[in-house]
Nanobody, 120 residues
């Protein structure tokens, strides 16, 4: 079984920073793309940032210049460094990963979500 476990969410003041982490575990053979999404109540989940296995990243326009995605392949972990946080960034963040398992199956897995709150 493959699991993605997120951590790092919490409360921060406007202009502050948070770093989210997402670690994949289980029978993993390899991981292709990894990414972060977010979802506000009543709205569709949207892409925040994604990164390929080779380290190429892309970002939503709303977070460019403020957020940085990175990954540590040896730890099967993806990070999201969030700086200059705004009240509109205060939603639930989900990570995902395109994983080839030890049974040679391939699927996209999701984390459970972590809440980010931006408030003074």
């Amino acid at each position: 079984q493959v699991q993605l476990v997120e951590s790092g969410g919490g409360l921060v003041q406007p202009g502050g920073s948070l770093r989210l982490s997402c670690a994949a575990s289980g029978m993993i053979s390899s991981i292709h793309g990894m990414g972060w999404y977010r979802q506000a109540p009543g709205k569709q989940r949207e892409l925040v940032a994604a990164i390929t296995s080779g380290g190429m990243a892309n970002y939503a326009d709303s977070v460019k210049g403020r957020f940085t995605i990175s990954r540590e392949n040896a730890k099967n972990t993806v990070y999201l460094q969030m700086n200059s946080l705004k009240p509109e960034d205060a939603v639930v963040y989900y990570c995902n990963a395109d994983i080839v398992t030890g049974w040679a199956t391939r699927a996209v897995y999701w984390g459970q979500g972590t809440q980010v709150t931006v408030s003074s």
